[in-house]
């Protein structure tokens, strides 16, 4: 079961890239989303599945996670067919199976219990998503493409060394070497404690590359820039949080080791450095796609920051990135429908989108609202708790510094958007043929429908999830 959650989009990839009919081939990715959403749904109540002689295993942690990417996909999904519609004139052979190649590969990051595999798993999502970046087929979209291999190479390079430095305490400990998370959560109190300080560190550079993080965030702006919207929905909503899932389950190391004040300091500092300089380069943004990717700068900066925290800390972070995910997808979504109206990325070039594409330009005003921590949406809810657990520690200049940067982010992103949606529309976005449909706008609804459930009533289930690995973390819900 836990390798049929794999095989299942890969299969799909297969059949896309067999598929002789462009038209229809577009329908074969939430086929395949649908297919995968039955065995996930079937692992769900399960006891945590295990296959591949333990180096897969689907537990709580990695069920958060699963679920979450699978669900930003099945919207992203949705919304493909309409979008490629209006694409005729590039081939989606290679984007429609990279797209599910891409999907099968989450999959196996969430499900990873060796250490080797989630590596080569996080490699592989990777290089999945550089034909998604080109499809454009433009100068700055390869630009952003080599930029994303680059530096995401050089991120998963250093998480390899990190590794090899993790297997090393083992040796220095004279512990049997072996690279199954369950066997290193083990003999965590054993292991040698300069090198797994060292390996830490190395592994948070080298997947916080992957995530986005300041100052390793370089790629983003340019990659979800020239990225179709859909593809920014999946790395802003996937990718990420996958690489997020790799620091968390090092992190779990550490803790298990006792010996996680480390770890919380340098999450802490690189959380409320990512939240300062996504709030510094937003003023004054010229590109409202890059706006969005210096948001999920932002807010990979809140999900380590919760974690170092750690208590309740740790559930808001957990929460949040469930959070972050539909939201994004609001965004990236809607964002891409202005796109296509406009014909251009520019913020003094967009204006009155309300008018222009009514439902696209009320829905980026809604997900503006919830990507900045507005009630009622989920991110309040999420920040909320984090903040809360700050104070009840005594932290309250933590607390502040993380108020502040958060209203920084709220008047530099708002400034913006603001001006995107009011106003009159130009003449040249009056002669665009781009208008609001179901299929470009059920798929952001629905995502924004979870995110407004999610401020409001956290579902049972999803609550025992987020509180039993929050658990295993030394959280608290």
């Known amino acids: 079961m836990a390798l049929a959650l794999v095989l299942v989009p890969l299969a799909f990839a297969l059949l896309a890239a067999l598929y002789p009919d ?15 959403g039955f065995v996930l749904l079937a692992t769900m109540h399960a006891p945590p599945v295990e296959g591949a002689f333990g180096w897969l295993r689907l537990d709580d942690l990695g069920k958060l996670v699963l679920g979450l990417t699978w669900s930003v996909f099945f ?31 989450l999959a196996l990051i969430a499900e990873a219990h060796h250490l080797g595999l989630m590596w080569v798993a996080l490699e592989a999502a990777t290089l999945a998503g550089a034909p998604l970046l080109y499809f454009n087929r433009n100068q700055r979209s390869l630009e952003a493409t080599w930029k994303y291999l680059v530096v995401g190479s050089v991120g998963v390079a250093l998480a390899l060394f990190g590794s090899l430095f993790l297997a090393y305490s083992e040796l220095q400990a004279s512990l049997p070497s072996s ?116 948001s999920s ?24 990135m469930v959070n972050n995910g539909f939201t994004k997808a ?76 958060l209203v920084i982010v709220f008047v530099a992103m708002g400034t913006v958007v603001v ?19 179901p299929g470009t706008i059920a798929p952001i609804l629905l995502a924004l429908a979870v995110v407004v459930m999610l401020g409001v009533w956290v579902p049972s289930p999803l609550r025992r999830l987020i509180g039993a690995a929050a658990a295993g973390l030394g959280g608290a819900s």
């Not at 074969?28 to 995968?36: K, S």
């Not at 807010?299 to 974690?307: A, D």
């Open 297 to 320: 700068v932002e807010h990979m900066g809140i999900l380590v920051f919760g974690l170092g925290i750690g208590g309740a800390g740790v559930f808001g972070a957990l929460l949040h």
């Open 330 to 405: 609001v965004l990236f979504l809607s964002a891409a429908n202005i796109h296509r109206a406009f014909g251009t990325k520019n913020v003094e070039e967009v204006s009155g989108a309300l008018r222009r594409v009514p439902a696209s330009g009320a829905l980026l005003l809604a997900g503006f609202f919830a990507v900045t921590g507005s009630p009622p949406f989920g991110p309040f809810l999420s920040e909320f708790t984090i903040i809360s657990s700050a104070f009840s520690q005594g932290r309250y200049g933590l607390a502040a510094t993380f108020l502040v940067l």
């Open 75 to 105: 919207v992203s999904a949705l919304y493909a067919p309409a979008y490629l519609r209006q694409r005729r004139d590039r081939d989606n052979r290679v984007f429609t199976a990279c797209l599910l190649a891409f999907d099968a590969m």
């Open 419 to 437: 001006n995107l949606v009011q106003g009159e529309p130009s003449s040249r976005a009056s002669s665009t043929s781009f208008r609001d449909e």
């Open 179 to 294: 690279l199954l998370f369950e066997d290193l959560l083990r003999v965590a109190p054993l292991l040698s404690k300069p090198w797994l300080h060292a390996a830490f560190v190395i592994l948070f550079i080298g997947y916080g590359t992957k995530m986005g993080l300041a100052p390793m965030h370089t790629w983003k702006p340019d990659a979800y820039g020239e990225a179709p919207g859909l593809v920014g929905a999946l790395m802003a909503g996937g990718l990420t949080n996958c690489a997020f899932l790799a620091i968390v389950r090092f992190f779990g190391i550490t803790h298990a080791a006792g010996d996680d004040a480390f770890a919380r300091r340098l999450l802490i500092s690189a959380g409320l450095l990512s939240m300062g300089v996504a709030g510094a380069f937003m003023v004054r943004q010229r590109d409202y796609k890059r706006l969005l990717a210096y």
């Open 22 to 36: 462009g038209a229809r081939r577009p329908w074969i990715v939430p086929a395949g989303a649908v297919a995968q």
